[in-house]
């Protein structure tokens, strides 16, 4: 592996480069995340309507009572989000996600697909409808 923000071969990509160039996409570290004021504010209530959830119940294994849908694909996941169900608009509908701790840090939108992956026919081929080649009268 090689430090792509260096070109200093030998150095594996989690290593710490010194050069002064930063990730152009990454959003300015004094901002702070971006998430959207609606979405905290729904999380707000949720966690108002259902003050025994969110105290214990969340971190007991115990199932979200209800499904936050928002459009904020573009929201980054907070560690407040852990153990709650979202649905995430992908454009046509709302994709069902239930926050974990790997996701923290995360966009929402990266875990709702925008797009189909295209589907292809199986053909059934049956075990007597083998091909048989006229000239040599064999299947194949």
């Known amino acids: 592996p090689v430090c792509m923000r260096t070109s200093r071969p030998g150095l594996p990509l989690s290593a710490p480069?010194?050069?002064?160039v930063r990730d152009m996409g990454a959003r300015a570290a004094w901002k702070g995340p971006y998430v959207a004021v609606?979405?905290?504010?729904d999380v707000i209530s949720l966690a108002q309507r259902h003050p025994e959830w969110w105290a214990r119940g969340r971190f007991q294994g115990i199932k979200a009572p209800e499904v936050i849908n928002t459009n904020c694909r573009a929201s980054t996941i907070l560690p407040d989000f852990l153990r709650l169900k979202f649905g995430i608009h992908n454009g046509k509908d709302y994709?069902?996600?239930e926050v974990t701790d790997a996701m923290v840090g995360h966009r929402l939108g990266e875990f709702a697909a925008t797009r189909k992956v295209p589907e292809h026919?199986?053909?059934?081929?049956?075990?007597?409808?083998?091909?048989?080649?006229?000239?040599t009268g064999k299947s194949g």
């Open 17 to 20: 480069c010194s050069s002064p």
């Open 38 to 41: 609606q979405l905290l504010q």
């Open 95 to 97: 994709m069902p996600v």
């Open 121 to 135: 026919k199986v053909k059934m081929q049956t075990a007597g409808s083998k091909k048989i080649n006229p000239q």
